[in-house]
């Protein structure tokens, strides 16, 4: 007899929203795994670098999208899957959405294309619960400006490409396809983080029941 699945929350956003905080503080709370996309992976880290850095070859668009869905993949099968199968709950900072926010509507790509990639990379499997950080394209890069370090490619394409991103991510919250919880990241951390920890309680069970 095996026990139950666990669970995977994904969490997604234009960069800047600060997700990658908040999923740190998730995984804390439900005692899950903590991971993200791309580079989680020993391979995924190489992807990452082709994917990111602004001093490498130029990336085509389709390349690009068959290179998240590589690290996809990887990430699925090293890192995902493994702690499902054991019963741990997983909270990954990006997972599919983040394809068809950048990919598809940041980059022009066909949708219906990038989800058959998309199902293909990850097996089918899907979150049980995806989180949107919702936050103006404009605070999102002043809070980039503040932060150390050089824009990576992505954050580094202009205020119009993320915001066709962030119309996207809301239009795929609005279409109700899969569990969403839409979350106003203008807080503090501690504000989003309390928002996120009574939507993930209301929406799935903490305790594993559905």
Request: glycine content about 12%.
């Amino acid at each position: 007899m095996t026990g139950p699945r666990g669970r995977l929350i994904a969490l997604e956003g234009i960069d800047g929203c600060g997700k990658s905080t908040q999923a740190r503080l998730l995984a804390d709370r439900l005692g899950a795994v903590s991971t993200f996309e791309p580079g989680a992976t020993v391979l995924g880290a190489s992807l990452r670098a082709l994917l990111l850095d602004r001093d490498g070859s130029p990336v085509a668009t389709r390349a690009e999208a068959l290179l998240m869905a590589a690290d996809r993949a990887q990430h699925v099968a090293d890192v995902i899957d493994p702690a499902l199968a054991e019963g741990r709950w997983v909270v990954s900072d990006r997972f599919a959405a983040s394809t068809l926010a950048y990919q598809g509507f940041g980059r022009g790509l066909d949708r219906a294309e990038l989800e058959t990639l998309i199902a293909w990379a990850t097996g089918g499997l899907r979150p049980d619960l995806t989180v949107l950080f919702d936050l103006p394209v404009e605070v999102a890069s002043a809070r980039r400006r503040r932060a150390s370090g050089a824009e990576d490619r992505m954050e580094a394409e202009g205020t119009g490409f993320q915001q066709r991103v962030a119309d996207g991510y809301r239009a795929l919250a609005a279409e109700g396809t899969g569990r969403w919880l839409v979350v106003d990241a203008t807080g503090s951390a501690a504000e989003v983080a309390a928002a996120v920890w009574d939507g993930v309680q209301s929406l799935i069970d903490p305790r594993g029941t559905p």
